[in-house]
């Protein structure tokens, strides 16, 4: 989970829009939010991501589902309201349910910075605190079979790739390699772009890598760390889930 800015709400979302499907979800119980352009606003809200597990929506089975922190029932009056439907997978809304997140707070990576309530240890959530703990339970961001094993297997191969690369550390002193080493190795750190699936889990461990940072250390020696490097690793830093 990272932290999301909200968007400009649609131009079509106009308050008057809103209090009519309020209304009409009340009088008939309709899912009025169902419609494709605010789905697809909505959608785009956390990069066409999960706002809470990260994975892709869309592909396979990962359909998105407009969910409401705020449950539709007790709080009908906010079915309609901009920041109050998040895309989320099937999983997520499934296990969260009508959790009452009022009476029961849960991270809203729309209003909270995720770096204050989890970290990542063993590709698993762990809890700064109760608010985080129950977070982790309602959403059952730590399912083995939907997001640990996933989680798992990105890692694994983050930290391969990472290995590869002390291995060839040589090629930053080779002229006709230097360049395709910079430039693989900028591609793997763009891997932990908020855009990317599972973020806050790639830039955790690449920042914690010892290879990462015995190669970040050398690049700065011999002068090979520039802008665009700097930028990168500024963004792992904005996802990382890390002490």
Known sequence: M?????????DRLTPEFQAAK?????????QVWNIDWLKEAVFNMAFGKCCYSEIRLGEESKYMEAEHFH?????????????????ACKKCNATKGSHDTIAEPIVNPFVDNPKDYFLFKNYRYSPKNEIAKRTIEVLALNDREHFVNPRFRIG?????????FIEDIDNVDNKKKQSRYISRLKKLLGQGNRREVYSALVSTIILSDDNYIAIEKLLIEKNLWDAEFEALK???EFCALKE
């Open 156 to 164: 694994t191969e983050i930290i391969e790739m990472l290995e590869y």
């Open 71 to 87: 449950p539709k029932v007790p709080y009908a009056d906010e079915v309609m309201l901009w920041g109050n439907l998040l895309p």
């Open 234 to 236: 500024n963004e792992l």
């Open 22 to 30: 309020t209304q009409e979800f009340k009088d008939t119980g309709t």
């Open 2 to 10: 990272i932290k999301l800015e909200l968007p400009v709400k649609p």
